[in-house]
């Protein structure tokens, strides 16, 4: 027996007052996010990667936080690299609201949807998140229709992406933690300094104004009472340029706890992990790009990418 003509799951003003009332509630009960297409600008159709990709555009809609007690995922963890976060999120957002701020602008012509790869920047935690997948049948047809997109997303890992989007909050937060610099300190009494400080080392007192450098602590962990590792982002001097960065055995004072410090060593991708230059290389026939890599990649032996028949 067909289904009843007479009553129809696909009249146009249910839906759209469905819609409404999703766009209603999100609004209510969602945050403010700003939604970050990805721009690939150098794609690789052999190994189907994208070595380059900017970000410069920005859309401020809202969305919900399908995660209400917490984030997701494996949470904070400790790991050989150090401090290791894998926080995910679901979010969702009307089909509407997407289609009238980003998808008019979609370089996808065809079928513009939220796309894998692309960001969401939550201000509430400054956190990027990365789409790593978009279902767009949950719910399943309400009404004949599909009002929302749910994503699901890990937390973003920069990697030398480019940020100009415009927004000073999102293109300066991508400045702070983009680069980090890790530095062991050495302290007294078990006062460590506080992750999202400020840190500041006087370089040079003879100048007036003195020579200052300093950055703010992203990440700490401890190793002793005394001993503990920080990674500083947005370095920045006062005084003078002439200094760039935080320098060996130099004391380096916090501004919100107020500790104080020796700095032990200063890493630098120009040393390995004793503080040893990298020595070159004269087969590797170009000396900068050997110095660089050889923190990644094994340039003494005949095959820096390894061959199981040698043994090393």
């Not at 500041?200 to 002793?224: A, L």
Request: aromatic fraction near 12%.
């Amino acid at each position: 027996m067909p289904r009843n003509v007479y009553f129809s799951q696909a009249v146009k003003s249910e839906q759209h007052l469905y819609e409404d009332l999703i766009i209603e509630s999100l609004g209510i009960y969602g945050q403010d996010v700003y939604y970050i297409p990805r721009t690939i600008v150098n794609r690789d159709s052999v190994l189907n990667d994208d070595p380059a990709s900017t970000f410069d555009d920005a859309y401020l809609m809202e969305m919900y936080i399908d995660n209400p007690e917490g984030f997701d995922g494996a949470g904070d963890l400790y790991s050989k690299f150090g401090l290791d976060i894998k926080d995910e999120a679901t979010f969702i957002v009307s089909r509407r609201r997407w289609d009238d701020k980003v998808g008019t602008f979609s370089d996808n012509v065809e079928n513009p949807r939220p796309m894998e790869g692309d960001l969401i920047f939550l201000p509430m935690t400054n956190n990027f998140f990365e789409i790593s997948f978009v279902e767009d049948e949950q719910p399943f047809y309400q009404l004949s229709n599909l009002p929302v997109y749910t994503m699901k997303c890990s937390l973003f890992e920069y990697n030398d992406e480019d940020f100009e989007t415009g927004i000073v909050d999102i293109d300066d937060n991508v400045s702070q933690v983009g680069y980090q610099l890790p530095i062991d300190v050495t302290i007294s009494g078990g006062t460590h300094f506080e992750v999202g400080e400020i840190v500041r080392q006087t370089v040079d007192s003879s100048v007036t104004p003195n020579v200052i450098v300093f950055g703010e602590v992203q990440q700490r962990t401890k190793s002793s009472d005394i001993l503990s590792k920080i990674w500083v982002s947005n370095i920045g001097t006062t005084g003078s340029n002439l200094a760039k960065t935080f320098t060996q055995g130099g004391t380096i004072t916090g501004d919100t706890s107020t500790y104080s410090g020796t700095i032990a060593k200063v890493y630098s991708d120009l040393t390995d992990t004793t503080g040893t230059s990298w020595s070159t290389d004269e087969q590797a026939q170009n000396i900068e790009f050997e110095i660089d890599a050889d923190g990644f990649i094994d340039f003494s032996e005949a095959n820096p990418f390894g061959d199981p028949s040698e043994t090393y």
